[in-house]
């Protein structure tokens, strides 16, 4: 492979994107994020390209997330950089470029799509799981929140599961991310090739175009099996669909059986400032169009860059020392106070507004 972060490559029509990081499970850095917002505008004018196609490299990942250890350096080694403004800034265009994107954007995700990736994935018009794909919006874990459009796209998931799915942390493999909606078909890892040539031997032109890539795909899917979600979303929709986190894990601790102790288990592990800024972020994107979510989300995220925030505190834990210890803070839930929350969602200088 290449040296090149991200490949770019136009065949049979086909405005082909390769993410190139395998080592690092196709992280997105600040110049991958650059380069698709170079190319992929142009793209959308050019009459010779007719969709645009995502992949990853390697055998593990479609794209694992945002190249957080990046942020995290900056922050220890230059702490007046710009990259913390500029990276979510420059991401979240992309995100709302291929939300709008005049043309299919396929995802062919045969591995790990997690964070930053799901929000490349998640907004085309078409994913496409294989027996590989892994999903999450892991952001809680590290002291972040689910953002990529997170707010836009978990807020339109059936009863609570976009709760449970941004609150938890929760991984879904392909069965269950196909019964969610968040990927549209499964097709096994040994036949992604094939279905690429057979979408630059199609004729995808015309405004049908969406439905003739539907067409495409339906020749190479198969059947994932069958999801567990589905029994468990009664009891998803009791516990998540509460108005506090402090409400969540209450009624959590009431509930019999197996799986509402795991939950709670699992919630306790996770920044507790997280979890409060991402239930008032799905309360307030529930609605509100693509843009306005971004526009919430941005601001957020600025207010997570400060040196003192969970943020670093859980890049540190998880994927810098590796001790798997973060101290949050505030440690419990109890010490979450409105006033924390509220300033996430306060104006920032240089926001992120379209027209
Ligand atoms: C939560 C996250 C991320 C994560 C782990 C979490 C994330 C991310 C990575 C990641 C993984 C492997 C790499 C890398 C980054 O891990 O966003 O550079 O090689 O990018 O618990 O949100």
Known sequence: MSEFEILFDVKDGLGVITLNRPKALNALTHGMILELERVIPGWEKDPAIKAVVLRGAGDRAFCAGGDVIGLYREMTDNPGGTLRRDFFRDEYIVNRRIYRYAKPWISLIDGIDMGGGVGLSAHGSHSVASEKFLFAMPETTIGLFPDVGGGYFLTRLAGAL??????????????????????????????????????????????????????????????????????????????????????????????????????????????????????????????????????????????????????????????????????????????????????????????????
């Open 162 to 355: 976009g709760t449970y799915l941004a609150l938890t942390s929760h991984r879904l493999k392909a069965a269950d991310a196909l019964w969610a909606g968040i990927v549209d078909a499964h097709v096994p890892s040994v036949r992604m090739g094939e279905l690429l040539e057979a979408l630059g031997a199609a004729d995808l032109s015309g405004p049908q175009a969406d439905r003739k890539v539907d067409a495409v795909i339906a020749r190479f899917a198969t059947d994932p099996g069958p999801p567990g979600l589905p029994a468990m979303m009664a009891d998803i929709d009791r516990c998540f669909s509460a108005e506090s986190v402090g409400e969540i894990v209450a009624r959590l601790r009431k509930q019999p059986g197996d799986w509402a102790q795991k939950q709670l288990a699992a919630l306790l592990k996770l920044s507790p400032l997280s979890m409060a800024i991402t239930l008032e972020q799905l309360k307030r994107c529930a609605n509100r169009s693509f843009e306005d979510a971004m526009t919430i989300e941005y601001r957020m995220a600025q207010h997570c860059m400060r040196p003192d925030h969970d943020f670093f505190e859980g890049v540190r834990a998880l994927l810098v020392d590796k001790d798997q210890k973060p101290r949050w803070n505030p440690p419990a839930i109890e010490g979450v106070t409105r006033q924390m929350v509220d300033a996430h969602f306060e104006p920032v200088t240089n926001d992120l507004c379209f027209d």
